[in-house]
């Protein structure tokens, strides 16, 4: 029997969480898991654009998280086993601080665009910030109590913005 990827479930607007339970598409829990989404798309875009190595493995990384952070998001459960966990806000934390040592921080805006790469990390980076608030909303609604998700985002924010002034230079 053939498996196909449409069900038909989703036509009338609603969409299903981890638990089974159905809501609308239009809802707090997808705008933050579509959000992540768009960004995880954003970094496979920039991986396409660069060849260095050190650049791919953290875009890779950053992806996994991202598809555990979805997880959690579509999780209601209080006690999920989906976690993004502190290690993970501390590898982000260290990369940055790596990054630093070879590319500082600009004291200017910055216009993305100087290569391909940089740009599409630039475009992740602003998505993640549109996740952040869609996250903090899910927060004051009550609907999610999970510090990590919040502090991981901030520093992921962070960390693609040193990662795409490290990729104009790196490539």
């Given at each position: 029997?053939?498996?196909?990827?449409?069900?038909?479930?989703?036509?009338?607007?609603?969409?299903?969480l981890l638990n089974g339970e159905r809501?609308?598409?239009?809802?707090?829990?997808?705008?933050?898991?579509?959000?992540?989404?768009?960004?995880?798309?954003?970094?496979?875009?920039?991986?396409?654009?660069?060849?260095?190595?050190?650049?791919?493995?953290?875009?890779?990384?950053v992806q996994e998280d991202l598809l555990?952070?979805?997880?959690?998001?579509?999780?209601?459960?209080?006690?999920?086993?989906?976690?993004?966990?502190?290690?993970?806000?501390?590898?982000?934390?260290?990369?940055?601080?790596?990054?630093?040592?070879?590319?500082?921080?600009?004291?200017?805006?910055?216009?993305?665009?100087?290569?391909?790469?940089?740009?599409?990390?630039?475009?992740?980076?602003?998505?993640?910030?549109?996740?952040?608030?869609?996250?903090?909303?899910?927060?004051?609604?009550?609907?999610?109590?999970?510090?990590?998700?919040?502090?991981?985002?901030?520093?992921?924010?962070?960390?693609?913005?040193?990662?795409?002034?490290?990729?104009?230079?790196?490539?």
């Amino acid at each position: 029997m053939n498996v196909f990827i449409f069900s038909k479930k989703g036509d009338q607007g609603t969409t299903s969480l981890l638990n089974g339970e159905r809501i609308s598409k239009a809802s707090l829990r997808p705008d933050a898991y579509g959000t992540l989404d768009e960004a995880s798309s954003a970094l496979g875009l920039a991986k396409t654009f660069t060849l260095n190595v050190a650049i791919l493995e953290m875009i890779q990384a950053v992806q996994e998280d991202l598809l555990m952070l979805g997880a959690r998001l579509s999780d209601t459960a209080p006690d999920s086993e989906y976690s993004i966990g502190t290690e993970r806000i501390q590898r982000l934390e260290e990369w940055i601080v790596k990054i630093q040592e070879e590319v500082p921080i600009p004291r200017h805006f910055i216009y993305p665009g100087v290569n391909s790469a940089s740009a599409s990390i630039d475009l992740a980076r602003s998505i993640i910030r549109r996740a952040e608030r869609v996250a903090t909303a899910l927060k004051e609604a009550g609907e999610i109590d999970s510090p990590e998700v919040h502090s991981y985002l901030n520093r992921l924010a962070d960390f693609l913005f040193i990662l795409a002034r490290y990729a104009e230079k790196k490539g």
